[in-house]
């Protein structure tokens, strides 16, 4: 469970650091895990739990992050802000 709590801590430490529009649309929508993580049982419920913010699982989670990076380099011109 150490891990998890981990995990939870993070993204509140995360969550607090969010500019007050962005976080009211997370809040208002909630957050989509991706990765292996998001196949962890139980994190999504969990982090809904602790944090009061809907959590959902990706659909096919293991290629979400492959597809959004692909869409990205794709799309380099328009997202420059996330390459340093």
Known sequence: TEPLNQI???VKNALEQTPPELYADIVEKGIYLA????????????LTD?????????????RAVARGTGIALKNVDK???LIR
């Open 35 to 46: 990765g292996g993580g998001a196949l962890l049982r139980g994190l999504d419920k969990r």
């Open 50 to 62: 602790k944090l009061n913010i809907q959590f959902h699982i990706a659909e096919d989670p293991l």
């Open 79 to 81: 997202f420059s802000f």
């Open 8 to 10: 939870v801590q993070s």
